[in-house]
């Protein structure tokens, strides 16, 4: 059964800090590791990975796939108030009809 | 581009009633769709999904079923909900052609009293 494990699950930081989310993931099939930003509605994407070490970035967020270890970081510089959201790391396996499993998410708190 | 649209956003219902969620794609032609709940806001399990009309497949077995009767069109169903169907249910779409990226609808908040 795939699995998609993050970590920490729930984390509360000061404006102006820098945090590490992880994910590290088990799949048969793999195909590409998804980020999604969750305020209150419907998750947002942020990035898609497929490449092992090639990091992707934008803005203040940036993020990079390990695929010999298994897992995947989201890096968050210089936090906002606005950051603060479920981050939930997603990966895509199987065959042309793949599906993404999804891991339980870690909710970030940036307080001013 | 596209816009993924999901209707009612708030839905209380009591036990035992029956259940029709809407889903709606614009900007885009034979996408995959997909059913997700979300419970207690965290993690997203999928539901169903389907690569064309009138194709479902089923993740996990349970008292809901869904239906796609046209191309832009998801249906997620119960005859009779229980309690534990509350919950967060969410939409989403692969475009045709594109890699691996699913974009979610706004999600329908659904509380079974």
């Known amino acids: 059964e795939d699995k998609v494990v993050q970590s920490p699950l729930s984390l509360v930081v000061h404006e102006g800090d820098t945090v590490t989310l992880n994910c590290s993931y088990e799949?048969?099939?793999?195909?590409?590791l998804l980020w999604y930003k969750q305020e209150k509605k419907a998750p947002t994407f942020l990035f898609m990975l497929t490449s092992s070490g090639i990091e992707k970035k934008s803005g203040r967020l940036s993020s990079i796939l390990d695929k010999k270890e298994l897992f995947s970081i989201l890096n968050i510089t210089a936090t906002q108030t606005g950051d603060s959201a479920i981050y939930l790391c997603a990966v895509a396996s199987g065959g042309s009809n793949y599906k993404l499993t999804f891991g339980k998410g870690t909710l970030l708190t940036v307080n001013p | 581009s596209q816009t993924i649209h999901q209707w009612p956003a708030t839905l209380v219902q009591p036990v035992g009633s029956p259940l029709s969620l809407e889903c709606t794609v614009e900007?885009?032609?034979?996408?995959?769709l997909y059913w997700y709940r979300q419970a207690a806001g965290r993690g997203l399990q999928l539901l169903f999904y389907?690569?064309?009309?009138?194709?479902i497949s089923s993740e996990v077995p349970q008292n809901l079923s869904a239906s796609r009767p046209q191309d832009r069109q998801f249906i997620l169903s119960s005859k009779k909900l229980l309690l534990s169907d509350s919950g967060f249910y969410l939409c989403?779409?692969?475009?045709?052609?594109?890699?691996?990226?699913?974009?979610f609808g706004p999600g329908t908040r659904l509380l079974v009293l």
């Open positions: 389907s690569v064309g009309i009138g194709q």
């Open positions: 989403a779409a692969r475009l045709a052609g594109s890699q691996e990226t699913q974009y």
């Open positions: 799949v048969t099939n793999f195909r590409s």
């Open positions: 900007g885009t032609s034979n996408p995959n």
